[in-house]
């Protein structure tokens, strides 16, 4: 694969100006190395409106400038959850690193064509999981080791189910936008393959209100893993709490546990010391720089800090999650046909 000079600047494209796209902006103009060129939103205006912002040659409503674009390098796609598989093959197609927002897609199948695309391309793909990214998570992930049991809940005010993440096709609700977060930082954290997964659950807080009998807006499910950890899962938007905030993770290796909360910025650690007293320690250290990671990847032909088989694996777990709250019977993970590997 011919990798650009590290002395030539990377360009940037964005397609999907919304919230998240917006973000994606500000990465994009702050990281060294990266030029951006242009924006593209399916609404004139929010496109036309950052190219203004950002200095940016063009704005469009057309992805397909974008892709024929030979000075940029990079997109980063933020646009509703059921495009983004579309979206994505044709930027690979194109010949374009990707910044692909969460979920890589709707369905594994989906998931797997992306993948194929970015083979074929050889391109480099990296998901937005912004737990991640956290500071405080990150310290997690260096300080305990694999933890045998934890617990995770994402609990969140009551909907308003006209915003397009609750449309039955366009965004799947919450477990397409905040339960992939969830899953795809437990196989992180608890750093083996999940097995199976029993879960309960429907809709609990918006009954026959949701366009689909099949969309779920709460969930609780039990994660077993290949080393025999297990994980709990709760998310709902039942409501919320200001004491332990929106997120909420614990983690326990037998001797040592962590707390993530405070939207995953602040972390807390206790553990025995020698005399077997327990010994805390609250941490707040900062995030890490996003996009920068997906630069070095495609400078030095690295995977990813994200790379795809984590989006990969997280579009199969909520739709395992989804199969055991329909099926009310516990679902065996199958992943004989992902790529390797998962647990990264």
């Known amino acids: 694969m011919t990798m650009n000079g590290a002395g030539k600047a990377l360009g940037w494209a964005l397609v999907g100006c919304g919230g998240a796209g917006r973000a994606h902006a500000g990465w994009a103009a702050a990281t060294e190395g990266v030029a951006v060129h242009g924006f593209c939103d399916i609404q004139a205006g929010m496109a036309k409106q950052l190219q203004q912002q950002y200095g940016a ?16 390098d990079i997109v980063s796609i933020a646009t509703s959850h059921s495009s983004h598989a579309d979206l994505a093959v044709a930027a690979l197609q194109a010949g374009k690193h990707l910044f692909l927002e969460k979920p890589m897609a709707m369905t594994t199948a989906d998931c797997l064509r992306i993948h194929e695309a970015m083979q074929s391309a050889g391109r480099k793909l990296m998901l937005n999981f912004s737990i991640r990214f956290s500071g405080a998570a990150r310290a997690i992930r260096r300080r305990l080791t694999a933890p045998k049991v934890s617990h995770s809940q994402c609990m969140m005010s009551r909907a308003d189910l006209n915003r397009w993440r609750w449309h039955p096709v366009e965004g799947g609700g919450p ?11 437990l196989c992180w954290i608890h750093d083996s393959a999940p097995v199976e997964i029993y879960a309960t659950g429907g ?13 779920v807006d709460t969930a609780a499910a039990t994660i077993r893993f290949a080393n025999d950890s297990v994980a709990t899962f709760l998310m709902s938007d039942a409501g919320f709490n200001s004491v332990i905030s929106k997120w909420f993770f614990e983690f326990f290796d037998g001797d040592n546990t962590a707390i993530l909360y405070e939207h995953f910025r602040k972390v807390s650690f206790a553990a025995p010391d020698p005399n077997g007293e327990q010994v805390d320690e609250t941490l707040t250290p900062p995030p890490i720089e996003r996009l920068p990671l997906l630069v070095e990847a495609i400078r030095n032909d690295t995977e990813p800090y994200v790379p795809p088989q984590a989006g990969i694996l997280s579009t199969l777990l909520i739709e395992t999650i989804i199969a055991s709250i329909h099926s009310g019977r516990p679902q065996q993970v199958d992943m004989s046909a992902l790529p390797e590997p998962l647990t990264q």
């Open 203 to 215: 809709q609990i807080t918006h009954p026959g209100e949701l366009g689909s009998d099949d969309m």
């Open 175 to 185: 477990l397409w936008d905040v339960g992939v977060h969830m899953v795809d930082y």
């Open 57 to 72: 040659e063009y704005a469009t409503t057309d992805p397909e400038r974008v892709f024929a674009d030979p000075a940029v």
